[in-house]
């Protein structure tokens, strides 16, 4: 059994948009903090976006701010990461990860986006 | 939001320690421990290995260990084995509630 699973990812042209969703699965999602990352093609991580337990707090990298929303749907075990003007440099594997407020502990296998410019 | 430093590789023998550092400034992580590491095999997700600097998540093997000494965070693996052979990644919050990575670790089991 995955505890998470991600999903949504594709292929899309710049300035399009995408909404990714993550699955979670054997575990009591509306206690944890819920993460996204990505890692470009032979990159290293990147910290995407941080959602607390209740959806009050949500953080952002500098650089999808305002670009992209994190949520995160309790009843439904769901998180999601809505991406819109999206850029080439995008282009990643796009993780979500469970764990605390400063650490994510537990990681989905990825979904990847690739944007065409 | 300027990643963590990390050295881009390093290498051991099977038998050996080898050290991880990760330096950032004290805006960075140099008033908190909350330093975790991840190590991650080629095409596979990460997965944690320390957190809160020195903490090791059940599961993890003892031979993995974690420090932090002013703005310098250290991930030592002892007695290598060839199946830690990843790349490392170090993880922070940071002031102004935002987190970052280090640019990673090449780790090389000779």
């Known amino acids: 059994d995955v505890p998470l699973v991600e999903s949504g990812g594709g292929l899309v042209q710049s300035g399009g948009s995408l909404r990714l969703s993550c699955a979670a699965s054997g575990f009591t999602f509306s206690t944890y903090w819920m993460t996204w990352v990505r890692q470009a093609p032979g990159k290293g991580l990147e910290w995407v976006a941080n959602?607390?337990?209740?959806?009050?707090?949500?953080?952002?990298v500098d650089s999808v701010k305002g670009r992209f929303t994190i949520s995160r749907d309790n009843s439904a075990n769901s998180l999601y990461l809505q991406m819109n003007s999206l850029r080439a440099e995008d282009t990643a594997v796009y993780y979500c990860?469970?764990?605390?407020?400063?650490?994510?502990f537990g990681w989905g296998q990825g979904t990847l986006v690739t944007v065409s410019s | 939001q300027s990643a963590l430093t990390q050295p881009a590789s390093v290498s051991g023998s099977p038998g050996q320690s080898i050290t991880i550092s990760c330096t950032g400034s004290?805006?960075?992580?140099?008033?908190?421990?909350?330093v975790s590491w991840h190590q991650q095999h080629p095409g596979k997700a990460p997965q944690l290995v320390i957190y809160?600097?020195?903490n090791r998540p059940s599961g993890v093997s003892n031979r993995f260990s974690g420090s932090k000494s002013g703005n310098t965070a250290s991930l030592t693996i002892s007695g290598l084995q060839a199946e830690d052979e990843a790349d490392y990644y170090c993880f922070s919050y940071t002031s102004s509630d935002t987190w970052v990575f280090g640019g990673g670790t090449k780790l090389t089991v000779l």
């Open positions: 004290s805006s960075d992580f140099g008033g908190y421990n909350y």
């Open positions: 990860a469970r764990g605390s407020k400063y650490c994510p």
């Open positions: 959602i607390k337990q209740d959806g009050s707090e949500t953080y952002y």
């Open positions: 809160d600097v020195s």
